[in-house]
């Protein structure tokens, strides 16, 4: 069973940094697209960023310039580096993946709160 799980979420204060991380079960280079979604309380899920097998990346626009998609062949995982956060991204975050049969897989999420 593929399994996802996200990390490094927590409080920070607008302004500050945090690094997501997303740990795959599966190896990476059977994966087409990862990607990040995030779901603030009452809305619905939003894509954030994707990153392909082929190392082409894609943000939202309310994310670009402020946030960075990477992912490690080696250790099986995806980052997200978030800098300059804003309250506006506060929300649960969510690893996700699909992979070349194709299938698509969600961890459990990682909570990020942004304080003014």
């Known amino acids: 069973q593929v399994q996802l799980v996200e990390s490094g979420g927590g409080l920070v204060q607008a302004g500050g940094s945090l690094r997501l991380s997303c740990a795959l079960s599966?190896?990476?280079?059977?994966?087409?697209?990862m990607a990040w979604y995030r779901q603030a309380p009452g809305t619905q899920r939003e894509f954030v960023a994707h990153i392909t097998s082929g190392d082409s990346t894609g943000y939202a626009d309310s994310v670009k310039g402020r946030f960075t998609i990477s992912k490690d062949n080696a250790k099986n995982m995806v980052h997200l580096q978030m800098d300059s956060l804003k309250p506006g991204d506060t929300a649960v975050y969510y690893c996700?993946?699909?992979?070349?049969?194709?299938?698509?897989?969600w961890g459990q999420g990682t909570q990020v709160t942004v304080s003014s």
């Open positions: 599966i190896n990476i280079f059977d994966i087409n697209v």
């Open positions: 996700e993946i699909i992979d070349k049969t194709p299938r698509r897989y």
